[in-house]
């Protein structure tokens, strides 16, 4: 098994750029799909982006794409978010989660999870 670490949020006005990452303790980091999901309040948790393996194969949600970039690095066991043009909107915290062999888009099929990371995106 896997235990995901999350780091790297923050404060930042919109338009700005932020990278969070996210560090699994634990043996076989490359056999899991890594995913980033996120929660604001009073809302379901949503789908952000996923990274097979072997980094690739991705996958992005409708409100990530063409802002955001998900990356690995084996090596250091490692996942990483680049947010770019950040919106208000994403205010929100976000997760880092580990599912075993395939990505997927729903929270149910992963099986660990960090405690979350806080964006927040002042206008």
């Known amino acids: 098994q896997v235990q995901p670490v999350e780091s790297g949020g923050g404060l930042v006005q919109a338009g700005d750029s932020l990278r969070l990452s996210c560090v699994a303790s634990?043996?076989?980091?490359?056999?899991?799909?890594m995913g980033w999901f996120r929660q604001a309040p009073g809302k379901e948790r949503e789908f952000v982006a996923v990274?097979?393996?072997?980094?690739?194969?991705?996958d992005y949600g409708d409100s990530a794409k063409g802002r955001f970039v998900i990356s690995r690095d084996n090596a250091k066991n490692s996942v990483y978010l680049q947010m770019n043009a950040l919106k208000p909107e994403d205010t929100a915290v976000y997760y880092c989660?580990?599912?075993?062999?395939?990505?997927?888009?729903?929270?149910?099929?992963?099986?660990?999870w960090g405690q979350g990371t806080q964006v927040t995106v002042s206008s």
């Open positions: 990274i097979g393996g072997s980094g690739g194969n991705t």
């Open positions: 989660a580990a599912k075993w062999s395939s990505g997927g888009r729903r929270p149910s099929a992963y099986d660990y």
């Open positions: 634990g043996r076989s980091f490359s056999r899991y799909a």
